[in-house]
Structure formats: C-alpha cells, structure tokens
C-alpha cells in the first residue's frame, strides 16, 4: 500500500465512523478523532514531536500508515509481534521535513489488507499567556530593554518557535532576519537554550526571549510615562504564526551602558485580544 493515494471520502462515506473516547491523549493531550467499531487503536497522544498510537492489546497489526490531508501517505512503520505501541516522528529542524495541519487518518493493515482506521486532527494553535520586561541577569540595558513572552500551544499538535518580531517599538525587529530559518530557533532566541525545548507540544507552555531587545534606544528621554504602541508577531514552525498588539509605558530611571539606553520600568498592556497571521 506504500505510495498509493488513500481516499478519505471511503472512510467517511461507510457510515462507520463512531467516536472513540480512549483516542484523547493520555493526559488529555494531544490529537482526537474518530474510529471503526471495535477499532485497532485505542489511543493516541503527542509527545514532543512525536504522535504516539497505542493499539488493542490482541491486534494482529503488521504495518500502520499515517495518511496525510491531501491522501498521500505521510509515514508508516512496521509492527512487530506483541508491540502494542507505535510513534510516528511530525517534524525534525530541517526544511520541509514536517506535517502539514489538517485531518489525518491512521490505516492498521495486514498482509495488504486494511484491518481498521481512524481520523485525527493535527494542528497546532499558539496563545500568548504573558508578555513582561525581562527581569533576569544583570541590571542592563540589554536585559531591562527585552520581554519575556510566554506561549502556550492550545491546538492539537506540536510546534516550535523560531523567532520574536516587534513592530513599533524603538528597536524594531518586526521580521525574522536572513540567517535565522525556521530550522534554527537559537540564532534568534536568548531563551530556551536548547532547541528541543523550542518545542510546544499541546497544552504544554514555553518563554521565550529574542535576542534583540525592543525597548533599547538611544539620545532620547523615553522614561517620563512615554506610552509606545507596538505589536508582537510570534513566529511558528508549523501553522500559523501569532499576532498581538499592545501599549508599553516607560517610566522609571534611565539605565545606560556605552551608547545604549532603556527605562527601568516597562508595563505592558494587552490592546488587542487576539490574531494571527499566516
């Protein structure tokens, strides 16, 4: 069956389709879908960015494919006798090596031969939790200028943040720069260190902090209750990314370090609730 085109409509159309509560993750994380009657899986979840299948204890399943939207087959892996559990990789930092969002349908096969199925949903969905001036390291301006912007991945899927943009602001980097591809999260962040830990699967929550600060300036008296209206496009790996508009006011005493200038104190404010952009 590797390399056919696989019709979702045969599925939908047998009437066969009923819900299947064991497909939430294990911690109610991860994909849902719907399955065949006395279906082969019992459950899925995400773990990084990994889809994990667990299959009926008594199966007599030798291959599992995971279809992808437009019925191609995305990826499949043998089962070995007893082997209860199988895991399908979603995306590596490479360019193009990763899912696209949409609906998917996992096929358990034998000798050729289509033994039950399932459809899941896959898709990443980003909302932002917090955006504050970043109050760590030392009393810089290069600290005190930055926010730290804390993320959470609402959706079905995993994802990675790539970048920090900001429009509006003194230092705009509104953006992502040539150099910085998706595939290379750490040249544009500050934090996390690590490049897994850039990852978001679902309902799990990251901060991340760009490497170039928004609120740094210089030869200019911004402390004095200056209000800045600004936006902030967190970028994703997969889907779409994230929008937010909002006001920082800057107050407080100027913190200076050669040629570089902020404010010690920076609220701010969300002024919209919520956008994205693809």
């Excluded at 939790?129 to 730290?148: C, F, K, M």
């Excluded at 995993?158 to 999260?185: C, F, I, M, R």
């Excluded at 496009?233 to 800057?250: C, E, F, M, P």
């Amino acid at each position: 069956m590797t390399g056919e085109q696989y019709s979702r409509r045969r599925f939908l159309k047998s009437g066969l389709a009923v819900t299947v509560a064991g497909l939430a993750g294990c911690s109610g994380t991860g994909a849902t879908g719907t399955a065949t009657p006395e279906s082969i899986f019992q459950e899925t979840s995400v773990l990084r960015n990994s889809l994990r299948v667990t299959l009926r204890e008594d199966h007599d399943v030798s291959k599992v494919n995971l279809i992808a939207p437009d019925g191609s087959e995305f990826h499949s892996t043998g089962v070995e006798t007893g082997v209860t559990t199988v895991k399908f990789n979603l995306f590596d930092f490479y360019p193009g090596q990763h899912y696209s969002p949409g609906e998917y349908e996992l096929i358990a096969v034998r000798d050729g031969k289509e033994l039950s199925s399932t459809s899941l949903n896959l898709q990443p969905d980003l909302r932002l939790t917090s955006i504050e001036q970043y109050s760590g390291g030392t009393d810089s301006p290069q600290n005190r200028a930055n926010l730290l912007v804390t993320v959470e991945n609402v959706g079905t899927a995993p994802t990675w943040v790539y970048y920090l943009g900001y429009s509006g602001t003194p230092n705009a980097t509104h953006t992502p720069q040539e150099g910085h591809p998706k595939d290379s999260p750490l040249k544009a962040l500050e934090m996390p260190k690590s490049k897994e830990e850039t990852i978001l699967a679902p309902s799990e929550t990251q901060s991340f902090l760009g490497r170039w600060p928004p609120f740094q300036f210089s030869g200019e008296e911004h402390c004095r209750e200056m209000t800045i209206e600004f936006g902030l496009t967190v970028y994703s790996g997969i889907g779409d990314n994230l929008t937010r508009q909002h006001r920082a006011t800057l107050s407080g005493e100027k913190i200076q370090e050669l040629y570089r200038e902020t404010c010690s104190e920076i609220s701010i404010e969300t002024t919209e609730k919520r956008g994205t952009d693809g």
